[in-house]
């Protein structure tokens, strides 16, 4: 197995720089000629500048503007950030240890770096805020679900608390706010086959073989609102969201479903009321159970008004 190299360049705001490989034929006269190429979406002119201030790097040390194609090689550099909006609301602690940190992510922030949401996630804030570079999730939420993430601290021990999410052996609760059906009969455990395609935003049902599986429960209610806890045995994309929908009783702040809105990236009014309120394991190194639950509550239960304002 070939060993991955170290990158020549060290972690901008608790991120690796960008690696791209040279393709082993030699179609370029310089290393710029292909990153032009390789990087439409990056100005010419911005890949000169990169290149005069030597931040694009390999393994020897900064390129030279009209250094030769290099087929096979590698170069590093730091992509530019997007403008991002702050997300003003603060991550909480619920428990460290020497190999793990566990998290209450609050609503609107997402938990890894991905298209517009780079710095504001709860992967990079950790990194920075608690000087822990090599931290990994060992799982995500959505972006619009608040609640527990765990992160492993300890490199050698991601795969193991990894391993225990990608085999459904974590038993998870959720909780969420959506209207009150008398006449919906609960507990019940909803079954579907869910399918996530990259050019569509939202996850969607369709026939054949249930790949999803959600139990849902009636904890209590008052006007005209219930909190229910949901039970996932399976891990699909926007699950409980759906199952909620087809139930008839869409969590509250769904800009998903039943109907896709528009809501702006700055917008933090109504959060989705959805909250993953307890992970429950084995420990993979220790053999200990673990349990960790939520220090966080529902607006729309505790301050509909407020919520709804």
Request: proline content about 9%; overall charge neutral; cysteine-free.
């Amino acid at each position: 197995m070939r060993r991955r190299q170290n990158p020549p360049l060290p972690k901008r705001h608790g991120l690796d720089p960008a690696r791209l490989r040279l393709p082993d034929d030699d179609s370029w006269a310089t290393i710029r000629d292909h990153l032009v190429e390789r990087l439409p979406r990056v100005a010419p002119s911005r890949i000169d500048e990169l290149l005069a201030a030597g931040a694009i790097v390999d393994l020897e040390g900064p390129i030279a503007p009209d250094a030769p194609y290099n087929p096979g090689g590698a170069v590093w550099f730091h992509r530019d950030l997007p403008d991002e909006t702050e997300v003003p609301f603060e991550i909480s602690i619920v428990h460290r240890d020497e190999d793990l940190l566990v998290v209450d992510k609050p609503h609107f922030l997402s938990t890894i770096p991905r298209g517009q949401h780079i710095l504001q996630t709860a992967l990079v804030r950790l990194r920075r805020e608690l000087e822990l570079p090599d931290l990994i999730p060992a799982h995500r939420l959505d972006r619009a679900t608040a609640g527990l993430v765990l992160f492993v601290i300890t490199p050698a021990r991601r795969g193991a608390y990894q391993k225990l999410f990608g085999d459904r052996r974590v038993r998870k609760e959720y909780e969420a706010i959506a209207r009150y059906d008398p006449d919906l009969a609960l507990p019940r455990t909803v079954h579907s086959r869910i399918i996530k395609k990259r050019t569509i935003i939202r996850a969607f049902e369709e026939d054949g073989e249930p790949n999803a599986e959600t139990l849902v429960e009636l904890l209590e209610h008052r006007d005209g609102l219930g909190r229910y806890r949901l039970s996932p045995h399976t891990g699909r994309t926007h699950q409980l969201r759906i199952h909620m929908n087809g139930l008839g009783i869409p969590i509250l702040g769904d800009d998903f479903f039943p109907e896709l809105t528009d809501k702006p990236v700055g917008d933090f009014t109504r959060p989705l009321q959805l909250l993953a309120a307890t992970l429950e394991f084995t420990d993979p190194i220790s053999g200990e159970p673990r349990r960790f639950e939520t220090t966080r509550t529902l607006q729309a239960w505790t301050d509909p008004q407020g919520w709804a304002a």
